[in-house]
């Protein structure tokens, strides 16, 4: 999607270059907004091929509050591999430590720990159904907040939050919703394209729980990066010009608490050949 391409090439014009905790440096630079207009397609890249399934699978396990990466292993998504809780394994970016991470399950309250049960409070703390239920009731609110930020937890975290939280808007009259994601720390290549296909999903499904439809998809990035090692692959990306962008479907669809990342049917999907980077721990 040009949208994407468009913000890679603004970080490339205006990045300055910065160190920071992983050791690789980033080019760098404050603010942008990046949107996309769902009636336009499901905005999974076509510029290098992605996968549904590890979106998905993530999403899946956000939305259950699940915080053992062997959910994720299980369904052949190793996304949080190199992480843990720094409570089991205090953090660190050397190799024995990294291995130790590694084998270590438990993530902390991470997302869905916070999406579910903020500071550990699944009664009054379950932001992800408040929303969901003041969309069917009161869908006019400007209150439809979901944080992911929580400073009371943030040192039982395996990562802070790169992305913050999101606000729902919903607009009755032509019976669509808008979802705003806050995203703190934003590996451009590997981690925005990512998240943005997650927080369309996201989208995707409340449409589906509460009958309305999917409109827009904002991001609201804060520190935009490219790691240095990562500079070629996203040159080669901006070479390419993008595909017709692919629909998904749902599958099996009751309820948005009963989701099951197979049942994500993605149509009509031509990308390029992958692109990889490896990942700064």
């Not at 259950?64 to 190793?78: A, P, S, V």
């Amino acid at each position: 999607m040009k949208a994407y391409l468009d913000y890679l090439q603004y970080v490339l014009d205006n990045g300055v270059w910065t160190k920071n905790r992983t050791g690789i440096d980033t080019l760098a630079c404050s603010g942008y907004m990046l949107e996309h207009d769902m009636k336009d397609g499901f905005p999974l890249l076509t510029t290098k091929k992605m996968g549904i399934r590890n979106i998905a699978a993530e999403l899946e396990m956000f939305i259950k509050g699940i915080t053992d990466k062997r959910f994720l292993q299980e369904r052949k998504c190793h996304i949080w591999d190199e992480w843990c809780s720094p409570e089991k394994v205090p953090y660190a970016n050397d190799e024995e430590t990294k291995a130790k991470m590694m084998a270590e399950p438990e993530l902390g309250p991470v997302y869905g720990s916070q999406w579910i049960a903020f500071n550990g409070d699944a009664e009054k703390g379950n932001q992800l159904k408040t929303v969901i239920e003041t969309i069917k009731n009161d869908p006019t609110s400007r209150r439809l907040i979901v944080s992911a930020w929580n400073p009371l937890q943030l040192d039982k975290m395996a990562l802070p939050p790169c992305h913050l939280g999101f606000e729902l808007i919903v607009y009755p009259e032509q019976g669509t919703i808008d979802i705003i994601w806050a995203q703190r720390s934003c590996d451009s290549f590997l981690g925005v394209p990512y998240d943005l296909a997650s927080y369309a999903l996201l989208l995707t499904l409340i449409c589906k729980e509460t009958g309305y439809k999917p409109g827009k998809v904002f991001g609201m990035l804060g520190n935009c990066h490219i790691y240095k090692n990562h500079l070629d692959v996203v040159k080669e990306q901006l070479s390419r010009k993008p595909y017709k962008l692919p629909t998904i479907e749902i599958e099996n669809f009751t309820s948005i608490w009963n989701f099951y990342y197979k049942d994500v049917k993605l149509i009509d999907y031509k990308s390029y050949d992958k692109l990889t980077g490896a990942i700064a721990v």
